[in-house]
T-cell receptor, first 109, second 113 residues
Framework: ELKVEQNPLFLSMQEGKNYTIYCNYSTTSDRLYWYRQDPGKSLESLFV?????AVKQEGRLMASLDTKARLSTLHITAAVHDLSATYFC?????????FGKGTRLHILP | DTGVSQNPRHKITKRGQNVTFRCDPI?????LYWYRQTLGQGPEFLTY????????KSRLLSDRFSAERPKGSFSTLEIQRTEQGDSAMYLC???????????FGPGTRLLVL
């Protein structure tokens, strides 16, 4: 059974700092998604990673995928308060999409 | 607004009643997904349609759950004989084959009393 594990599950960090969220998964996939969810809201797509070595960046967020290691990372550069949210990774196994438990990110001013 | 819409946004029902939710995807999207999300958890995959065909269904979906997508446009998710454990947010998402980005609707929050 596919398992998707995110680390850490909760992260409190100061503005201006850098940090990385890790997403490990247990079976072969070359398709991985990152989403953001604000409290009481639905999910917003951040990145779609479709191949080994894929790297995508948007503003202060950068995501990468290593399919051999079954690992994706979401790197936050110089965090700002507006990035406070819950971040989910999700792995696509032939269109059955399995989400991690999410990383609740709290950025302190 | 051309995003994904879901109706109703909130539903309160008594245990044992049947409920039906509707999802209208982005018009040109041929893929449609249903998920369930409980507080503090990630979305849980329920089912996937490509056009009108239901191609994947979670084992978590019991006989009480059924989904349809007639004509490959809107979709409905029905829960029969609701139980308190069905209380959750039900999310719908759509995407276009080859583009892969999923766009989520606002969700339907179900409370079973």
């Amino acid at each position: 059974e596919l398992k998707v594990e995110q680390n850490p599950l909760f992260l409190s960090m100061q503005e201006g700092k850098n940090y990385t969220i890790y997403c490990n998964y247990s079976t072969t996939s070359d398709r991985l998604y990152w989403y953001r969810q604000d409290p009481g809201k639905s999910l917003e797509s951040l990145f779609v990673l479709l191949s080994n070595g894929a790297v995508k960046q948007e503003g202060r967020l950068m995501a990468s995928l290593d399919t051999k290691a079954r690992l994706s990372t979401l790197h936050i550069t110089a965090a700002v308060h507006d990035l406070s949210a819950t971040y989910f990774c999700a792995v696509d196994i032939v269109r059955k999409i399995i989400f991690g438990k999410g990383t609740r990110l709290h950025i302190l001013p | 607004d051309t995003g994904v819409s879901q109706n109703p946004r909130h539903k309160i029902t008594k245990r044992g009643q049947n409920v039906t939710f509707r999802c209208d995807p982005i018009s040109e999207h041929n893929r449609l997904y249903w998920y369930r999300q409980t507080l503090g958890q990630g979305p849980e995959f329920l089912t996937y349609f490509q056009n009108e065909a239901q191609l994947e269904k979670s084992r978590l979906l019991s006989d009480r759950f059924s989904a349809e997508r007639p004509k490959g446009s809107f979709s409905t998710l029905e829960i029969q004989r609701t139980e308190q454990g069905d209380s959750a947010m039900y999310l719908c998402a759509s995407s276009l084959a080859g583009v892969e980005t999923q766009y989520f609707g606002p969700g339907t929050r179900l409370l079973v009393l």
